[in-house]
């Protein structure tokens, strides 16, 4: 649910039933993606449930800074929130480099080709 729902009168119900302490915490629709799981459209596991331990607020600017087609269908992740892959790109200083079509770029001693995105 977007909002909070009052579960307390559900928790002293369940609590004598039961016997024992209960809590219930609401929690956060990227949350539950981390908690469930999943594959991306990248076909590899849900980034925040295998790596990310910080779930950062992820803006529209970074989208556009990559020049990506601005369809949310295309932007959002398992979560329906914007992916979390696209904080990738994003810098200290929050500069981006997107280097030239066809040009090979280095990193950890392997070399990439920088291809054309298809929007």
Request: net charge neutral.
């Amino acid at each position: 649910s977007e909002g909070r729902i009052d579960f307390r009168d559900l928790v002293k119900d369940l609590a004598k039933k039961f016997r024992m302490r209960i809590e219930m915490r609401q929690i956060g629709i990227r949350d539950e993606a981390k908690m469930i799981g999943g594959v991306g459209i990248c076909g590899r596991q849900l980034c925040c449930k295998t790596f990310l331990n910080n779930l950062e607020p992820i803006t529209l600017q970074m989208a556009k800074k990559q020049n990506l087609n601005m369809n949310p269908v295309k932007i959002s992740g398992m979560c329906g929130r914007l992916m979390c892959c696209l904080s990738y790109e994003e810098t200290v200083g929050g500069r981006v480099v997107i280097e030239d079509q066809d040009e090979r770029i280095g990193y950890d001693e392997e070399d990439d080709l920088v291809a054309e995105d298809k929007k």
